[in-house]
């Protein structure tokens, strides 16, 4: 027979609650403390490391203060050990190529104003629906709009649009771009 029990399923005694509070409350200056220290590229998710620590951070997070026994000192050493690291790799990327180009994926065009690449959609585990839909939500009303379409080293897809008889877009913009060469550019 097993050993559940409902009353612990749905209940908890208020000590319970006073150390998960506890926890969350340290748990919460701690991260604020630390976003302050190492600055706002903490969250911002500019690159799938970025998005990776914010995973884990999050994880922590919850982790210490939903698991039995939460601990403050044990959140705070994860915190700490994941904020060193995240400031240690951008620090070495900012410092090395190799490092760089190691951690973040290469952004890459997946339409211009010819039509889909269709080889970088299939690189990309990206389908046309998907495009569409970004097309959609950046309020392209032509095809003639779009001057590139592309997916950025977060995974989030940008939408270069404008005025099809304006000028075109500029080559700075794709700087870093795989195939950004079949972008018209002035």
């Not at 046309?128 to 939500?137: I, S």
Request: glycine share 6%; net charge negative.
């Amino acid at each position: 027979m097993s050993d559940f029990d409902l009353d612990d399923w749905f209940f908890t005694t208020w000590d319970s609650v006073g150390d998960v509070a506890l926890t969350a409350l340290g748990v919460y200056a701690v991260l604020v403390l630390y976003t302050r220290v190492s600055g706002l590229r903490t969250f911002s998710k500019m690159s799938g490391f970025d998005f990776a620590m914010t995973v884990a951070i999050g994880s922590i997070v919850a982790g210490s203060i939903l698991f039995d026994g939460p601990s403050l000192l044990r959140a705070v050493a994860a915190l700490t050990a994941v904020f060193v690291i995240q400031m240690a790799v951008a620090a070495l990327r900012q410092r090395l190529n190799w490092m760089e180009n190691l951690m973040d994926n290469e952004p890459i065009v997946l339409m211009t104003r010819e039509g889909m690449i269709s080889e970088n959609l299939r690189r990309t585990h990206v389908t046309e629906a998907d495009v569409w839909a970004k097309l959609r939500e950046a309020n392209v009303t032509q095809i003639a709009q779009v001057r590139a379409v592309v997916m950025e080293t977060t995974g989030d897809i940008s939408v270069l649009h404008g005025d099809p008889d304006g000028p075109g877009l500029e080559a700075c913009l794709l700087t870093d771009v795989r195939d950004a060469d079949r972008v018209a550019t002035v």
